[in-house]
């Protein structure tokens, strides 16, 4: 089985701070999947599914935050996340 990629740029205003990270992490563990996120093409890939890790990014409005998942909820895992972020994390500005 291959993994599931997409891209989806941060628009939120602050970027992915506290806030937004915990519900990006908690919506991950929902998922039957290994998942992975970066901030950059180089960077390495951190588990989704840690907030210490997503919250160490330090991601900023603007950056291109890339999503990888494998495993049976694949799929599901990176809309639904590229979903969440797409909607600044359900905060409004």
Same mark, same amino acid.
């Given at each position: 089985?291959?993994?599931?990629? *997409? *891209?989806?740029?941060? %628009?939120?205003?602050? @970027? !992915? ?5 915990? $519900? ?7 998922? /039957? ?5 970066? @901030? #950059? ?5 951190? /588990? #989704? $599914? *840690? ?5 160490? !990014?330090?991601?900023? %409005? @603007? ?5 990888? #998942? ?8 990176? /809309?639904?996340?590229? *979903? !969440?972020?797409?909607? /600044?994390?359900?905060?409004? #500005?």
């Amino acid at each position: 089985m291959s993994a599931i990629r *997409s *891209s989806v740029k941060i %628009t939120h205003p602050v @970027g !992915l701070p506290a806030r937004p990270a915990v $519900k990006f992490t908690k919506l991950a563990k929902t998922f /039957d999947a290994n998942i992975r996120v970066r @901030g #950059a093409p180089e960077a390495p890939w951190i /588990d #989704a $599914k *840690s907030i210490v890790k997503v919250m160490a !990014l330090k991601l900023r %409005t @603007g950056t291109v935050l890339e999503l990888e #998942a494998e495993g049976a909820a694949a799929q599901h895992a990176v /809309d639904a996340l590229r *979903s !969440l972020v797409e909607r /600044d994390f359900d905060e409004a #500005a």
